[in-house]
């Protein structure tokens, strides 16, 4: 069982931003705790929904043991029975009256009602002038009959209802199956089963595709990320400087690629995706993959708040750590900007990574480009690729090798420096 750290959750606005992990549904803790660990079921306690008194709600995340679809022994369809029971409920009603008792309350309801509709038409059959004349048969057997139909009726709706919701939480089981969310696995009796990935810098990454796929976010997308990452593993910066954090993809992409001892620095001026990616560091931190880590993937990375042109200066000056690499993807006509800003904390042969230097080459980044392609202090080029989430449009990143300063420059005009630099 994983608890979360509740406190840095309420810090984050969880509640708020109620942006949840994985499905799940919110059960009283008290009630449900045993049945749950009973049928295998983890919890991840995201954040306190309230606390009134005795009854403390807790936002749960289910990372369950989920039956396969193609097992048909009696424990396991009644495992199946169990787990969606306790899933279900969704309102006062049905979480005080669960299924099997409503199920069979109808099918009693229906089972009496039938009976008595029999008996008033075997009377009826028996002495039709008596039963007509007193007037009670025809009444007995039309109310009987509407209660025959009323509780048939709920009894098959209340199946139905639960088959739909079966099949629907097969159809989310396939998804993120599909999607890598879920792993499939045989348990130790032979069966076929399914659980929920746990939560760490991968399921943080993927769900930020998967986010930015759909709506087509700015954040630099699989594949220049993988050309990011393989810089940082190439170069293993013991310092990365980003500009403009957004989510924290990129961020977390050069994370997980950093050397031991390794920290992202990641300025973002907009303070709702300053939360938003504290919050998503944070998370990429949980799971058992993070514990066995020196430093957790999320907790590499630090964002900053603050325009960088400003923020950056203020957060290095007086330090002694120099930056080996920094990843330019704020604003492109402020590019030139950060670079400049930069500069007097940059290590020679420090990279510096420009996204979008296919897009904008001839809009708001061309001063940028024109600077680090003419300047003597300075080897670039650019690596040509598709846009993030496109594959028709052309983009690329700009990758600069700082040579110094003006010993760098020297240097670079005499060649040899060069291929030092870059080693
Ligand atoms: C393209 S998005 C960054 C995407 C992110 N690097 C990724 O790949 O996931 C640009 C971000 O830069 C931020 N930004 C723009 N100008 C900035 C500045 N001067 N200082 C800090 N952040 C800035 C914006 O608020 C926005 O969140």
């Given at each position: 069982m994983c608890f979360f750290d509740t406190k840095a959750a309420r810090a984050f606005s969880l509640q708020r931003l109620n942006m949840r992990c994985v499905e799940g549904h919110r059960h009283h803790w008290s009630n449900r705790l045993a049945a749950f660990k009973e049928h295998n079921v983890r919890f991840h306690v995201i954040a306190p929904k309230q606390r009134t008194g005795a009854a403390r709600r807790l936002r749960l995340t289910v990372a369950a043991s989920l039956p396969p679809d193609d097992r048909s022994d009696a424990e396991a369809s009644k495992r199946r029975a169990m787990e969606d029971e306790l899933r279900d409920p969704k309102n006062f009603l049905e979480f005080f009256l669960p299924r099997p008792l409503r199920l069979a309350f109808f099918g009693a309801s229906a089972a009496s009602c039938l009976i008595a509709t029999l008996l008033t038409a075997v009377r009826l059959v028996q002495s039709p002038a008596l039963e007509l004349a007193e007037g009670t048969a025809p009444r007995d057997l039309i109310v009987n009959l509407i209660g025959l139909a009323t509780f048939a009726s709920l009894y098959v709706y209340d199946q139905q209802q639960a088959q739909a919701r079966i099949e629907r939480r097969r159809e989310i089981r396939e998804a993120q199956i599909a999607f890598g969310d879920r792993e499939v696995f045989v348990n130790d009796k032979g069966e076929k089963m399914s659980r929920l990935k746990e939560v760490n810098d991968d399921w943080i990454l993927r769900r930020l595709e998967r986010w930015g796929r759909r709506d087509g976010m700015?954040?630099?997308?699989p594949a220049k990320g993988a050309i990011l990452q393989q810089l940082v593993a190439d170069k293993r910066p013991l310092l990365v400087v980003e500009v403009g954090?957004?989510?924290?993809y990129s961020a977390l992409l050069m994370a997980q690629a950093l050397p031991p001892g390794g920290r992202v620095v990641s300025f973002e001026k907009d303070l709702t995706w300053l939360l938003v990616a504290k919050r998503f560091m944070w998370q990429a931190s949980q799971g058992e993959k993070n514990a066995?880590?020196?430093?957790?993937v999320g907790d590499r990375v630090q964002v900053e708040w603050g325009d960088a042109r400003e923020a950056l200066p203020r957060a290095l000056r007086g330090g002694s750590d120099r930056i080996d690499l920094l990843f330019l993807d704020g604003t492109p006509r402020e590019y030139l900007a950060y670079l400049k800003a930069a500069e007097p904390y940059m290590a020679p042969g420090a990279l510096v990574v420009a996204d979008n230097a296919g897009v904008f080459a001839q809009g708001g980044l061309r001063p940028y480009l024109e600077y680090v392609r003419g300047s003597p202090a300075y080897r670039s080029e650019l690596v040509a690729c598709k846009l993030e989430w496109r594959e028709d449009v052309e983009d690329g990143i700009e990758v600069s090798t700082y040579l110094g300063g003006p010993a760098g420059a020297k240097e670079a005009e005499g060649g040899s420096a060069r291929e030092a630099a870059v080693a």
């Open positions: 700015p954040f630099i997308g954090t957004m989510a924290g066995g880590l020196d430093t957790r």
